[in-house]
């Protein structure tokens, strides 16, 4: 499992930054995306890469505005994500994401084609 945690501290109210990272309706500030299909119940979502490649997230917590967290998942990784959200001062907000990524299956078997029968001893079937 892969672990990253981004803080960064933003001169703008909480309510506003809450609203830009949880909004499934607007995703123009990912440059990455093309698309998001949402889930009828609003507890899921589908993000599609410009190149069209699906990850499925499932909303877990959305306590506005302090904490916002889901679980991913596609063919190659699953995971979670957290974002917590602290008001600082009337318009100063902190944030803190936090996401925990780890490689399905595929790439273990893909490494065990790759690599010298001794390096993969212990670890390849």
């Not at 949880?22 to 599609?48: A, C, G, M, N, P």
């Not at 936090?98 to 390849?124: D, G, I, M, P, Q």
Request: proline share 2%; with cysteine; charged share 25%.
């Amino acid at each position: 499992m892969t672990t990253t945690k981004i803080e960064a501290v933003f001169a703008e109210n909480i309510g506003r930054v809450w609203e830009v990272v949880t909004s499934l309706s607007t995703s123009e500030w990912r440059s990455d995306l093309s698309s998001i299909e949402v889930s009828d119940d609003q507890k899921s979502f589908i993000e599609y890469t410009k190149q069209g490649y699906p990850t499925k997230f499932t909303i877990t917590a959305f306590d506005s505005p302090q904490f916002y967290a889901f679980t991913m998942e596609n063919d190659n990784i699953f995971g979670k994500w957290t974002g917590e959200f602290q008001k600082l001062a009337a318009r100063k907000t902190k944030i803190i994401f936090t996401e925990y990524v780890t490689a399905k299956k595929k790439l273990h078997e893909a490494l065990c084609k790759e690599l010298s029968k001794e390096t993969t001893a212990n670890l390849c079937p």
